[in-house]
């Protein structure tokens, strides 16, 4: 279905070689690799249009501010949002959640709850703490099973009136767990409750569609995407942007500014304070186009072709125990081998070449739920092959005999 020698070749960083020997790449998690076409598009912008937008009236400015508008409505439809000003430009999902959280500051009380599940990134997990330690709220939990699955009954339990706010990942960047946010989002809805989507490990492989979800809020990076790091995106409903107060202060989010008062500007640039990352914001139309030039129903299959041939492979060494194996996964695997630490394993393939995230990858709490300090994490995407995945294994192996 995917054209590999091609599409391999629009990467340039999977020519090199690390320690001596051929890149293998299965970091994809933490971030993506970078297209040719995506990184001549920012060379391309400071290098003929380079301006601030929204404010001047000379010509590079108007260009840079189309170029600019013209990205958001392309996430606009990528994501198939209502409205291009429910579009926000962040500076990433972190930025995007603590803009959410820091809004519900002047929306929750003392005695409101706020729902998260065990299987968060420490970015949808901490905003909503110093959000309840604020207001006087309480942080209840979603539980988690050994598979790595969320106890969707035990949800459905803590949903009351006094829920305000469910906030969840649409796929767990360590155990690719997809939750079923569908369920949640309707259930939440019921009782009343906002929620948020944390889309940062779902977005490189599938195409949300916010309004068929109805979520309220649906947040992901640019650089998971292959797009450039420093942007992300907001997507919030229209009702629920005008509700939350901005999160920061400055230019371009204002309408009037005296000493006595401000007036806030209309969306999306009552949350864009200050310049943006205007490259960022651009080149992330860029990423998006090449994504869906590829085709984002080829990508999921091939993805998910990838996770279980290395799943069957990784099930061949003695020792070898993945974490999170719910029946539903993204294309990533989490596991250690034997009593060997994660950082060990990590070290010595990174001799030969091969790049994996080792630790808790910002989930502390699921490391502690099987009792563990990390472990190694193998994510996958479109431009890996079969052949890596032989090769990961073979040093798997020589990793293992070295440890033992």
């Known amino acids: 279905m995917l054209d590999l020698q091609k599409i391999r070749a629009d990467f340039p960083i999977l020519i090199q070689k690390v320690n001596g020997k051929q890149l293998v790449y299965f ?3 933490a971030t993506s690799q ?5 990184i001549d598009a920012i060379t391309k912008y400071y290098e003929e249009i380079n301006a601030n937008i929204h404010r001047g009236v000379h010509t590079l400015s108007q260009l840079a501010t189309d170029a600019y508008e013209v990205s958001r409505r392309k996430i606009q439809n990528h994501i198939n949002a209502k409205f291009p000003h429910e579009v926000i430009f962040t500076s990433g999902t972190t930025h995007a959640i603590n803009a959410v959280a820091n809004g519900f500051v002047s929306l929750l009380k003392t005695g409101d709850e706020v ?7 420490h970015s949808n997990i901490v905003p909503w703490q110093m959000l309840c330690e604020r207001t006087g709220a309480f942080l209840k939990v979603i539980p988690m099973n050994e598979t790595g699955e969320l ?3 035990e949800f459905d339990k803590l949903l009351s009136d006094k829920t305000k706010i469910v906030a969840v990942n649409h796929i767990s960047n360590a155990l690719g767990t997809i939750n079923p946010i569908e369920y949640m989002i309707e259930k939440a809805h019921e009782f009343g409750a906002a929620i948020l989507i944390d889309g940062a490990q779902a977005t490189p ?13 649906y947040v992901f990076s640019g650089h998971k995407i292959c797009g450039p790091t420093g942007v992300g995106i907001l997507y919030g409903k229209e009702t629920w942007l005008n509700k939350l107060p901005p999160y920061q202060g400055g230019g371009e989010m204002i309408a009037t500014v005296t000493f006595e008062k401000t007036t806030y500007a209309d969306l999306p640039h009552k949350f864009e ?6 490259e960022g914001g651009i080149v992330l139309g860029t990423a998006l186009d090449y994504l869906n030039e590829i085709g984002f ?3 999921a299959a091939y993805e998910q072709e990838l996770l279980v041939y290395a799943t069957e492979k990784l099930q061949q060494i003695d020792g070898l125990k993945i974490y999170g194996t719910a029946e539903n996964k993204a294309s990533v695997l989490s596991f250690n081998i034997g009593g060997i630490h994660p950082y060990d394993i990590g070290t010595i393939i990174d001799k030969l070449g091969i790049a994996v995230r080792t630790g808790h990858h910002c989930a502390q709490p699921i490391m502690d ?12 995407a479109f431009y890996n092959t079969k052949e890596e995945i032989d090769i990961f294994v073979e040093a798997l192996q020589k990793a293992k005999m070295m440890l033992s």
């Open 27 to 29: 970091d994809n998690g």
């Open 34 to 38: 970078k297209p040719k076409v995506v």
């Open 115 to 121: 729902l998260v599940s065990a299987l968060e990134h």
């Open 151 to 153: 106890i969707i009954p």
């Open 205 to 217: 492989h599938l195409k949300p569609d916010v309004q068929s979800l109805d979520c309220d809020f």
């Open 273 to 278: 304070a200050g310049t943006p990352n205007i």
């Open 297 to 299: 129903d080829d990508i």
């Open 369 to 380: 739920f099987y009792n563990i300090p990390g472990t190694i994490r193998a994510s996958f």
